[in-house]
């Protein structure tokens, strides 16, 4: 939960202080419709942390069929052993094509 209305932290802007000061009823009802967007924000922002993704682990498949995925790394594999330039991984010890082929 945010520690501060949007009001509060919106007047220490002048920009904003001096909205007030011009027009006290604008900024009011600007502010208000400030407050009611941040609440709505914070509350989509709850509800999406509430979300939770489930993904086979790597390399298998857990339905049995068969996906993207290897097709994609099998892709890469060839790209890199056909690909003219390339350069060693040292953390993984093995060889990525070049991003300049």
């Known amino acids: ?3 501060m209305p949007v009001e509060r ?5 002048g920009r904003y202080a001096m909205l007030a000061q011009a027009d006290p009823a604008r ?4 502010m208000k419709m400030a407050q009611a967007d941040a ?3 914070w509350q989509l922002y709850e509800q999406v942390a509430g979300v939770h993704r489930n993904l086979p682990e790597s390399g298998k498949q857990d339905d049995g069929s ?3 995925a290897p097709a994609a790394s099998a892709r ?3 790209f890199g052993a056909t690909s003219g330039t390339s350069e060693a991984d040292p953390a993984r010890g093995r060889v ?6």
């Open 9 to 13: 932290f919106a007047l220490k802007e």
């Open 27 to 30: 900024a009011q009802q600007l």
């Open 1 to 3: 939960m945010p520690t």
């Open 76 to 78: 890469r594999r060839s």
């Open 96 to 101: 990525l094509p070049s991003p300049f082929c």
């Open 39 to 41: 609440d709505a924000r």
């Open 66 to 68: 068969s996906g993207a």
